[in-house]
């Protein structure tokens, strides 16, 4: 196994954190998946939840940087 597979593996191995497109779409504007539906009926709520856990995930990883230190 190659390096660059061994660090692929390792990341597909965490939970899929896939942050939404910036700017993200107005609630009433298509939305960027492109499913044809509006934002707020589509994925407005699944980015709100998304972006909470990207911001969550980077201050533990904050914290536990700084506990090394
Ligand atoms: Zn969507």
Wanted: charged content about 35%.
């Amino acid at each position: 196994m190659s390096f660059l597979s061994r660090i692929f593996k390792r990341q597909t191995n965490e939970p899929e954190l896939t942050a939404p497109p910036q700017p993200l779409p107005e609630r009433n504007d298509l939305c960027w998946c492109g499913s044809g539906q509006k934002y707020k009926k589509c994925h407005l709520e699944a980015d709100q939840e998304q972006l909470t856990k990207i911001r969550e995930k980077e201050l533990a990883t904050k914290a536990r940087r700084s506990a090394f230190r």
